[in-house]
């Protein structure tokens, strides 16, 4: 079984045999009679492309889109992949021949994604977007990749430090609703309001902030 990650009860339990299944078991083992998980990685690529894609669209409304495609292409990277495929145990669950596991480095995270293929067949859509997301949020440290592309308060200071201009943040907590703080953040160059953000802390908030000032001083 696989260790962690998942949060689903099959229902139809071929698909995830067929995900587990690399080409060389398909060509070797069954003499190509047996489907390879080539088309689940496919569609599982796809989906957790826009899966990662709507999560940080709603979570930085003000990022710019190469910003959020950075962040998008370290999250979903070959190195993340197969960290997590490894971690949930896939490795040793794969029908593959010796040769073909050996050689090619990152069969685990390509069965991963036609994991996550096979989910969206089986369960749809939303259930696979919950999988995918607490599967990065357990194995991947989301944060800490989201953060390793989205220090926009680092940039902001290096800019400020770069046009020798003073700058200043001023962050505030709003009314708590049901028990949680929001925080909202103003960055001033020289006295002058250049960004707004909010957010559910104040680094959050600072960093929204920050996002929004670099797209109006650093248009390009």
């Given at each position: 079984?696989?260790?962690?990650?998942?949060?689903?009860?099959?229902?139809?339990?071929?698909?995830?045999?067929?995900?587990?299944?690399?080409?060389?078991?398909s060509k070797n083992l069954y003499n190509g009679e047996a489907e390879s998980?080539?088309?689940?990685?496919?569609?599982?690529?796809?989906?957790?492309?826009?899966?990662?894609?709507?999560?940080?669209?709603?979570?930085?409304?003000?990022?710019?889109?190469?910003?959020?495609?950075?962040?998008?292409?370290?999250?979903?990277?070959?190195?993340?992949?197969?960290?997590?495929?490894?971690?949930?145990?896939?490795?040793?669950?794969?029908?593959?021949?010796?040769?073909?596991?050996?050689?090619?480095?990152?069969?685990?995270?390509?069965?991963?994604?036609?994991?996550?293929?096979?989910?969206?067949?089986?369960?749809?859509?939303?259930?696979?977007?919950?999988?995918?997301?607490?599967?990065?949020?357990?194995?991947?440290?989301?944060?800490?990749?989201?953060?390793?592309?989205?220090?926009?308060?680092?940039?902001?200071?290096?800019?400020?430090?770069?046009?020798?201009?003073?700058?200043?943040?001023?962050?505030?907590?709003?009314?708590?609703?049901?028990?949680?703080?929001?925080?909202?953040?103003?960055?001033?160059?020289?006295?002058?309001?250049?960004?707004?953000?909010?957010?559910?802390?104040?680094?959050?908030?600072?960093?929204?902030?920050?996002a929004e000032a670099l797209k109006k001083l650093s248009p390009d």
């Open positions: 079984m696989l260790r962690s990650g998942f949060f689903v009860r099959p229902k139809r339990m071929e698909l995830y045999l067929t995900a587990l299944r690399h080409k060389s078991a998980n080539e088309r689940l990685e496919f569609l599982g690529d796809a989906i957790l492309d826009a899966v990662v894609a709507h999560y940080l669209y709603d979570k930085y409304p003000h990022s710019e889109e190469g910003d959020l495609t950075k962040m998008k292409s370290r999250i979903v990277s070959r190195t993340t992949l197969n960290s997590m495929a490894n971690a949930a145990g896939i490795q040793g669950l794969l029908e593959t021949d010796a040769q073909a596991a050996q050689a090619v480095e990152s069969i685990a995270g390509n069965a991963l994604e036609a994991i996550f293929g096979a989910i969206y067949c089986d369960l749809g859509y939303a259930r696979c977007r919950k999988s995918i997301l607490k599967m990065l949020e357990k194995q991947a440290n989301l944060n800490a990749l989201e953060d390793e592309e989205a220090d926009f308060k680092s940039r902001i200071y290096e800019l400020a430090h770069k046009k020798k201009v003073d700058i200043q943040f001023k962050t505030v907590a709003e009314n708590e609703k049901k028990g949680r703080k929001t925080f909202v953040s103003i960055v001033y160059f020289d006295g002058e309001s250049f960004g707004f953000g909010k957010g559910s802390s104040k680094k959050k908030a600072e960093q929204q902030a920050s």
